[in-house]
Nanobody
Framework: QVQFVESGGGLVQSGGSLTLSCAAV????????MGWYRQAPGEQRELVAV???????NYADFVKGRFTISRGNAKNTVYLQMNSLKPEDTAVYYC??????????????WGQGTQVTVSS
């Protein structure tokens, strides 16, 4: 079973910053892509940012220029630096893993989530 260690969420004033971190451990084969999704109350889960082990990244339009995703030296770690936070960024943020299995198929996982609350 894959286990996630997510941290960095909390309460921050509008315009402030937070950094999220995630480590995925357990039964993983070859983690290629890691990143973050988020879900606000009553809303669908949406992509925030993802990054591959080769250095590629993809950001949602609403965070471009404000958030930066990075991978740690270990393939199972990912960080999200969030600057200029807005109240609409308030959501539960979920760590995401794309795991390539031995037969070249993929398994996708999401962590338990960490709450980010931005006050106005």
């Amino acid at each position: 079973q894959v286990q996630f260690v997510e941290s960095g969420g909390g309460l921050v004033q509008s315009g402030g910053s937070l950094t999220l971190s995630c480590a995925a451990v357990g039964r993983v084969h070859n983690i290629d892509v890691m990143g973050w999704y988020r879900q606000a109350p009553g809303e669908q889960r949406e992509l925030v940012a993802v990054g591959s082990s080769s250095g590629r990244s993809n950001y949602a339009d609403f965070v471009k220029g404000r958030f930066t995703i990075s991978r740690g030296n270990a393939k199972n770690t990912v960080y999200l630096q969030m600057n200029s936070l807005k109240p609409e960024d308030t959501a539960v943020y979920y760590c995401y893993v794309d795991d390539e299995l031995a037969n070249a198929t993929r398994r996708q996982y999401w962590g338990q989530g960490t709450q980010v609350t931005v006050s106005s």
